[in-house]
């Protein structure tokens, strides 16, 4: 992760965590500056970025495959998890990561470039 991070010239090093339980991610979605809930059918990240107030780190929550119950879903959002969606098409667990994260990266890059 750290040849990556110094490869693309960025300041932080990203982390990725190993699939948590829902009910030990709740309290860090509680005390993130931002956390976005990617789930089928929620509003493409493209809309929702726009709408953010810049923030510094975050949280971007992603699987099971198959997608999250209704039940996981009331708890992440009401911790305060943002549902963000990719568009109509499904993706698999680990295409999705990638795809928000780029997504969440090229907008953050766009904020800083110099019009």
């Known amino acids: 992760m750290l040849a990556a ?12 965590k190993t699939p948590t339980r829902i009910e030990c991610i709740l309290p860090q979605i509680e005390t993130s ?13 493209v809309e929702v970025l726009p709408k953010m107030d810049k ?10 495959e198959g997608d999250f119950t ?16 990719l568009g109509p098409c499904r993706l698999r667990v680990e295409t999705a990561t ?5 997504a969440a990266m090229l907008w953050d890059d766009a904020q800083h470039i110099d019009t």
């Open 5 to 16: 991070t110094k490869q693309c010239q960025r300041l932080h090093q990203m982390v990725v």
């Open 33 to 45: 500056s931002i956390s976005f809930l990617a789930m089928a059918e929620a509003k493409p990240i």
């Open 98 to 102: 990638i795809a928000l994260l780029a």
């Open 55 to 64: 923030k510094d780190g975050g949280l971007l929550i992603v699987g099971p």
């Open 70 to 85: 209704d039940k996981e879903v009331r708890a992440l959002t009401e911790a305060g998890a943002i549902p963000v969606g």
